[in-house]
């Protein structure tokens, strides 16, 4: 047995181990995990090996940084079950610790190439921050700062007085024309006026010329330190990317077969920063060189949450997609049996649609959760199909508006392509209400508000959504507490705008609500549904335009 494969302290006999592996992205941790993580938690909270600022202390909170830990219940050669632990990224400024899997490749060690290479790229660091903040090269900026406004000013005044001076002329022409003078006199006047304005054309030319001599000048100098400075950039540059492609090619994964696959090797363009240094790439690497068989893996959220994603301590979370699916997909689980991804098994079974109204233009139904609204890539059976199977003679794009998945309720179906137009229209301009029901798994302590928290896609982990105030959209929500009970809540939701599993982020989210809906597998705790309806909606008829609504008990 090997020191990091740590024995169950929990009695776990009787507990059946998995058919096949845990499929990393979307899970319910099988109860072994639980048990390891439960005992990874305990280590967690008595453990003083090191000190890492969790934000379980609110004085330190602005420093704080919540870490994912990671489990895998594996089987050695004795057939005997223990597990294996891992956290992403740097714990407590460290690649490794007892009790921990090592990380693949150590990049901290000192006497290794990538500490070399990361002092050497300091010194160009240093060189380009020392000419940078060169006295000199300060007072040329400035210089070429000042001749910048000061040319500007000037130039701006020459023009304003051109104008200033066609206006005087223009009058004086007008009064010359006016007077009965001689034809001799009156052309000599307006020569003059005419050369006059030649003269002051000809004064901001000069100033113009003037004024870029003297930036030349300026710049001749200043090109001396900015080619210094661009010269140790580039190379700066093109020693970082070297650097990090030997990283790559030393961040080396096994599978099950033996196989050795660098980074480099598996992602078709060019791996995202830390890819590799996850929990789940480390732990399957330790178990595959140390002849450990993976039986069940779960990875948990531990300390604050991060301002933008939601990470609720304590809770269990997939691994992410953009670093670790390559490897995990493409080569780590590559020799085991793995369980099918849940979003792409079809669970509706025989659940029909129920039309709650219908006429010639519009019906509307009511959604089975695990539906979807649209076909996707694996599983076709979806509203949109069933919808015209039920309306063959139907036209148009049919769905007016969409449910997730998970979510039951009210969807508006159009039967032609005006009332399509027409409906939408009546979404776009936010004339639709909605209301949503759900149930938190929290107790709610204001009676009702709003949650203002802008909403975009985690690139990271699609489908996934972020708060973003950056590049986030308007995403607006109202809500309304209904009852308490058994420390759940049953709330009112109005959706003023419709963003991408808007409701469930803010609820969920620490600025929103900060309570999950029940049920919620990918900001929550996951359960048999998700406890969200969309059970009330009202909109002015395409056709008779009189104001209607529908709702549905939930």
């Known amino acids: 047995m090997t020191l990091l494969f740590i024995p169950f302290k ?92 090592p990380t693949v490749f150590d990049m901290l060690t000192q006497e290794g190439f990538y500490k070399k290479g990361e002092t050497l790229l300091n010194k160009y660091n240093t060189k380009i921050k020392q000419l940078l903040n060169n006295s000199q090269y300060q007072s040329l900026l400035q210089k070429k700062k000042a001749i910048i406004e000061e040319s500007q000013h000037a130039i701006l005044n020459q023009k304003e007085r051109i104008k200033e001076l066609k206006r005087t002329r223009k009058l004086k022409r007008k009064e010359v024309l006016k007077e009965a003078l001689s034809k001799e006199i009156t052309n000599e006047l307006l020569f003059e006026f005419n050369e006059e304005s030649k003269k002051e054309n000809i004064i901001l030319k000069k100033m113009k010329k003037y004024w870029q001599q003297k930036l030349e000048a300026n710049s001749n100098e200043l090109v001396i330190y900015e080619n210094k400075i661009n010269s140790l950039k580039q190379i700066r540059k093109q020693k970082s990317a070297a650097l990090q492609q030997q990283l790559f090619k030393e961040y080396a994964f096994l599978n099950i077969k033996g196989e050795n696959k660098s980074i480099d090797e598996i992602f078709d363009s060019t791996p995202p920063a830390g890819a590799g240094e996850c929990c789940a790439p480390k732990l399957l690497h330790y178990a595959f060189l140390h002849k450990l068989k993976p039986i069940a893996m779960a990875e948990f ?10 990470r609720k301590h304590k809770y269990f979370y997939p691994s992410c997609r953009s670093k670790c699916e390559p490897i995990l997909m493409k080569h ?223």
Not at 301 to 310: C, E, N, T, V
Not at 384 to 408: E, F, W
Request: charged fraction near 25%; charge should be positive.
């Open 301 to 310: 959220w531990w300390g604050k949450s991060p301002s933008s994603k939601i």
């Open 332 to 554: 780590m689980l590559k020799g085991l049996k793995v369980a099918p991804n849940p979003l792409e098994i079809d669970k509706t079974d025989t659940k029909e649609i129920e039309i709650v109204y219908d006429d010639r233009w519009i019906s509307v139904i009511n959604k089975p959760h695990n539906l979807l609204s649209v076909p996707g890539k694996r599983i076709k059976d979806s509203v949109y199909t069933r919808i015209k199977k039920l309306y063959p003679k139907a036209s148009g794009p049919l769905l007016v508006h969409r449910l997730d998945r998970a979510t039951s309720g009210l969807l508006v179906i159009a039967k032609d392509l005006e009332t399509y137009i027409d409906l939408q229209k009546q979404f776009t301009n936010r004339s639709v209400k909605k209301r949503y029901m759900a149930w938190l798994n929290g107790v709610v302590d204001t009676p009702k508000g709003v949650i203002d928290l802008p909403l975009r896609v985690d690139l990271d982990n699609r489908p996934q959504q972020l708060v973003c105030y950056e590049y986030g959209k308007k995403a607006i929500t109202q809500y309304e507490v209904l009852e308490v009970n058994n420390q759940k809540t049953k709330v009112y939701f109005y959706p003023i705008t419709g963003r991408t599993h808007q409701l469930r982020i803010h609820s969920s989210h620490p600025k929103g609500l900060n309570i999950p809906i029940v049920g919620d597998d990918l900001y929550g705790i996951p359960s048999d549904r998700l406890e969200l309806y969309a059970e009330w909606i009202q909109f002015k008829h395409p056709k008779n335009k009189k104001t209607i609504n529908f709702s549905i008990n939930s």
């Open 10 to 101: 929990q009695d776990i006999i009787g507990i059946k181990k998995p058919d096949k592996f845990t499929y990393p992205f979307n899970y319910l941790p099988h109860q072994l995990t639980v048990i390891a993580s439960q005992q990874l938690q305990d280590y967690l909270e008595n453990q003083t090996q090191w000190i890492h600022n969790f934000g379980f202390n609110s004085e330190k909170s602005n420093t704080a940084t919540g870490k994912m830990f990671g489990v895998l219940v594996c089987e050695n050669i004795k057939g005997e079950l223990g597990q294996l632990w891992a956290f992403s990224g740097k714990l407590a400024n460290k690649n490794e610790w007892s009790y921990f899997v």
